[in-house]
């Protein structure tokens, strides 16, 4: 079953303007990745958070996490038109080893 | 660094057949997963090896699906029969030794099948 739920389904801005998108998980987490995907380049690694982190930069990328409400959000700022595509949340559960339950997807267009 | 190589790309096989997909992970990465991801929706863990042994197929359909990874590196996923609601992109990912939570992920195959 997948862990993540990403909110909103679909984001439309305009160049220059800031994204945000949330991410709400179920059960206990070691750490919580977003990727995003796009049909030019596949599903890429974005950011990783561990548990006992609050918040994490990555370039124009910022990225939080509250165990204690288990959501996260991802923020873009100054987005660009090369930021369209689907962003996906995933989480490693504390007790299941390594692998990624991703949600559904927020889907991102950013028109210029 | 070549990076995870799948093929075919694109797959399209009526109801009933059978079909087999290929991965070929990052060199040393002994680490290997293989992803389902349905129109919509994010991608789903059928199978994971840690060299040529199986970690975890919890939520792979074993009626049909099969995967190996013989010699710990290239792996094979095959459905057989395929239903219609086998139709998605297939996903290879690896993982670098102690570095078990970067996934880094193969361009996919797309299944259709009619």
């Known amino acids: 079953s997948q862990q993540g739920e990403e909110d909103p389904q679909a984001l439309s801005i305009q160049e220059g303007e800031n994204a945000t998108m949330n991410c709400s998980y179920k059960?206990?987490?070691?750490?919580l990745q977003w990727y995003r995907q796009n049909s030019g380049r596949g599903l890429v690694h974005l950011i990783l958070?561990?548990?006992?982190?609050r918040e994490k930069h990555s370039g124009r990328l910022r990225v939080t996490l509250d165990t204690s409400k288990k959501s996260s959000s991802l923020l873009i700022t100054a987005s660009r038109a090369a930021d369209t595509a689907s962003y996906f949340c995933?989480?490693?559960?504390?007790?299941?080893?390594?692998?990624?339950?991703f949600g559904k997807g927020t889907s991102l267009l950013v028109t210029p | 660094e070549a990076g995870v190589a799948q093929s075919p790309r694109y797959k399209i096989i009526e109801k009933r057949q059978s079909v087999a997909f290929w991965c070929n992970p990052i060199?040393?990465?002994?680490?290997l997963y293989w992803y389902q991801q349905i129109l919509g929706q994010g991608p789903k863990l059928l199978i994971q090896?840690?060299?040529?042994?199986?970690?975890?197929d919890s939520q792979l359909p074993k009626d049909r699906f099969s995967a190996e990874r013989l010699k710990g590196v290239d792996s094979t996923l095959k459905i057989q029969p395929a239903k219609l609601e086998d139709s998605a992109v297939y996903l290879c990912?690896?993982?670098?030794?102690?570095?078990?939570?970067?996934?880094?992920f193969g361009p996919g195959t797309r299944l259709t099948v009619t």
């Open positions: 990912a690896s993982s670098p030794p102690g570095a078990f939570y970067e996934q880094y």
């Open positions: 059960t206990s987490i070691n750490n």
């Open positions: 958070i561990r548990s006992n982190e």
């Open positions: 995933a989480t490693v559960g504390s007790n299941s080893g390594y692998a990624l339950n």
């Open positions: 060199s040393g990465h002994a680490t």
């Open positions: 090896f840690q060299n040529n042994g199986v970690v975890d």
